[in-house]
């Protein structure tokens, strides 16, 4: 068995870890989106969530390449902290996975896929407890495509398609979500707008996730 990664302990973690599963954050805004559109439509909610969890299994990482990836990551938190400047992280939807699967809040319940310069988010959420009416003890299972990007001090996360219990979501409502940048916040909140100013590019190109640190 694949010895587990030996990243810092979780309250040592800090923001950078987040920015390396940026998917996992869209995916919330996503999610919480959605729920709004369709609060009181009790009969498509029901439609587009589903009975059960869905397995999102991912492979064990090789006990060599777990332990190089968390150097990697450390190397760069420690850039990250120290504003040292010429930063960079280049990470491939494995090694995400493999960071996601160390979080309680998101293992087994997203898992990444990069298609060229877009993250597919699948996931499968409990909806108990959400307080979202009408949708009990039910999930939501299913796929959201979206781009994101942060250039010249801009960031820019749109939505391609969202598939939901094997349904893809209603066009009227995709048209709104594809014009909406889900990252027009970010720097509402003073702690995250400090860490966006470190960073000069976040891109996903090729199937993988860069990010790289403005100079110091």
């Known amino acids: 068995m694949a010895e587990p ?8 973690r800090g923001c950078l870890f987040y920015a390396g599963v940026t998917a996992g954050v869209l995916l919330v805004g996503v999610f919480f989106a959605a729920v709004f559109a369709l609060i009181g439509l ?35 938190r420690e850039s990250l902290k120290n504003s040292s400047g010429d930063g960079s992280l280049l990470l491939g939807e494995d090694d995400l996975n493999a960071l ?30 959400s307080g979202v009416p009408f949708v009990g003890d039910r999930y939501l299972n299913g796929e959201i495509a979206f781009k994101a990007s942060f250039e010249d ?17 209603p066009e009227a409502f995709m048209s709104l979500l594809r014009s909406e940048n889900l990252a027009r916040d970010f ?14 590019s976040v891109r996903v190109k090729d199937g993988k996730l860069s990010l790289k640190l403005r100079p110091k």
């Open 153 to 169: 001090g801009v960031a820019v996360a749109t939505i391609d398609s969202i598939v939901l219990n094997d349904k893809p979501f």
């Open 100 to 129: 996601i699967a160390r979080e309680p809040a998101l293992e087994g319940k997203l898992r990444i896929r990069i298609d060229s310069d877009t993250f597919k988010a699948q996931t499968s959420i409990p909806l108990k407890g």
């Open 42 to 76: 009790r009969d498509l909610l029901r439609a587009y969530t589903g009975t059960s969890a869905v397995a999102l299994t991912v492979e064990a990482m090789p006990a060599p390449r777990s332990d190089a990836l968390a150097e990697t990551v450390k190397a760069f």
């Open 187 to 200: 720097y509402r909140r003073p702690e995250t707008a400090e860490i966006l100013r470190k960073f000069e």
């Open 5 to 12: 990664l030996a990243l810092p302990e979780k309250k040592k």
